[in-house]
């Protein structure tokens, strides 16, 4: 879950101000979703957006790492990614290939229509 910020207009009586607020949520239309639901939907004053998030050596435990250390990071994650990528490709081939398939298959075994 990300954090998302965004301005709500909260009223008192007759006064209203804009308050900034921030909600947890899986992505920004739902954390709106949940402003919304919380607040009513006139309230939402502006688009939640997500917060950045600051690493530090106490949040992370460990050291910084080295330029050298920091490449092969890189270099793991564009691994990864490509490799998901692949699988990912590979699963869309294969889908297409099936339902291919089933048409074929389809077209080929259609029964003539009978009339009544």
Same mark, same amino acid.
């Given at each position: 879950m990300?954090?998302?910020? +965004?301005?709500?207009?909260?009223?008192?009586?007759?006064?209203?101000?804009?308050?900034?607020?921030?909600?947890?949520?899986?992505? +920004?239309?739902? +954390?709106?979703?949940?402003?919304?639901?919380?607040?009513?939907?006139?309230?939402?004053?502006?688009?939640?957006?997500?917060? =950045?998030?600051?690493?530090?050596?106490?949040?992370?435990?460990?050291?910084?790492?080295?330029?050298?250390?920091?490449?092969?990071?890189?270099l793991?994650?564009?691994?990864? =990614?490509?490799?998901?990528?692949?699988t990912?490709?590979?699963?869309?081939?294969?889908?297409?290939?099936?339902?291919?398939?089933?048409?074929?298959?389809?077209?080929?075994?259609e029964?003539?229509?009978?009339?009544?």
């Amino acid at each position: 879950m990300k954090t998302y910020t +965004a301005m709500v207009a909260a009223q008192v009586g007759n006064s209203s101000r804009l308050i900034k607020t921030q909600v947890r949520a899986v992505s +920004a239309g739902e +954390a709106k979703w949940l402003l919304q639901a919380v607040y009513g939907f006139h309230a939402i004053a502006s688009f939640p957006a997500q917060e =950045r998030e600051v690493l530090t050596t106490e949040t992370t435990g460990h050291q910084t790492a080295t330029p050298e250390q920091q490449r092969i990071a890189s270099l793991k994650l564009a691994k990864d =990614r490509a490799s998901d990528a692949l699988t990912i490709e590979r699963d869309r081939q294969k889908r297409l290939k099936a339902t291919r398939d089933l048409r074929s298959l389809s077209s080929t075994n259609e029964l003539p229509k009978r009339n009544l």
